[in-house]
T-cell receptor
Framework: QKEVEQNSGPLSVPEGAIASLNCTYS??????FFWYRQYSGKSPELIMS????GDKEDGRFTAQLNKASQYVSLLIRDSQPSDSATYLC???????????????FGKGTKLSVKP | NAGVTQTPKFQVLKTGQSMTLQCAQD?????MYWYRQDPGMGLRLIYY???????DKGEVPNGYNVSRLNKREFSLRLESAAPSQTSVYFC????????????????FGPGTRLTVL
């Protein structure tokens, strides 16, 4: 059973701090990794994608991937109260379900940024 | 460009009733998906359609059927609703999986909140 694990939180950080969200995955052949943000009562929206080992930066967000350790993380710098949401890690499931196009989602980490 | 749209937004059913959830995308994507999201369970794939004319089961297909009506539309049908199907249902779409091993991300619709009494 392919799995994506996240700490459910809640993770609470003060405004202006760095929030660090972590995700581990079980399928070594996974090639594509995504972070989605989901506000309460809303649908998931993509914030970052990463495919290669190392860091990828986009504004205040940095995704980090370590395929050897099967670990992907998301750093949010200068956290704002508007960043308060649940963050979902999603991993390309390889041959999951017979289609290499499917994603496996973690259960999400709830982030709370306190003013 | 509306992206992915879903109807209805909310629905209350009685046990045993049937209904169809509608989903449409205007991004010319080949692949479409149906998920359910329950507290503490995350997003779970019900059915997917890799391309027009094909559908396949996901992780939790029991009690559901799907139809890929055309490239734009992918519907989910509950033939005899049960309280265990109370959930939030999301439709998503994406471009075709790329053989290089890199997948393009999925775009999600706004969701349908279904309650089965």
């Amino acid at each position: 059973q392919k799995e994506v694990e996240q700490n459910s939180g809640p993770l609470s950080v003060p405004e202006g701090a760095i929030a660090s969200l972590n995700c581990t995955y079980s399928d070594r052949v996974s090639q594509s990794f995504f972070w989605y943000r989901q506000y309460s009562g809303k649908s998931p929206e993509l914030i970052m994608s990463i495919y290669s080992n190392g860091d990828k930066e986009d504004g205040r967000f940095t995704a980090q991937l370590n395929k050897a350790s099967q670990y992907v993380s998301l750093l949010i710098r200068d956290s704002q109260p508007s960043d308060s949401a649940t963050y979902l890690c999603a991993v390309n499931g390889g041959n999951y379900g017979g289609s290499q196009g499917n994603l496996i989602f973690g259960k999400g980490t709830k982030l709370s940024v306190k003013p | 460009n509306a992206g992915v749209t879903q109807t209805p937004k909310f629905q209350v059913l009685k046990t045993g009733q049937s209904m169809t959830l509608q989903c449409a995308q205007d991004m010319n994507h080949n692949s479409m998906y149906w998920y359910r999201q329950d507290p503490g369970m995350g997003l779970r794939l019900i059915y997917y359609s890799a391309s027009e004319g094909t559908t396949d089961k996901g992780e939790v297909p029991n009690g559901y059927n799907v139809s890929r009506l055309n490239k734009r539309e992918f519907s989910l049908r509950l033939e005899s609703a049960a309280p265990s199907q109370t959930s939030v249902y999301f439709c998503a779409s994406s471009e075709t999986f790329r053989g290089s091993g890199r997948q393009v991300w999925q775009f999600f619709g706004p969701g349908t909140r279904l309650t089965v009494l």
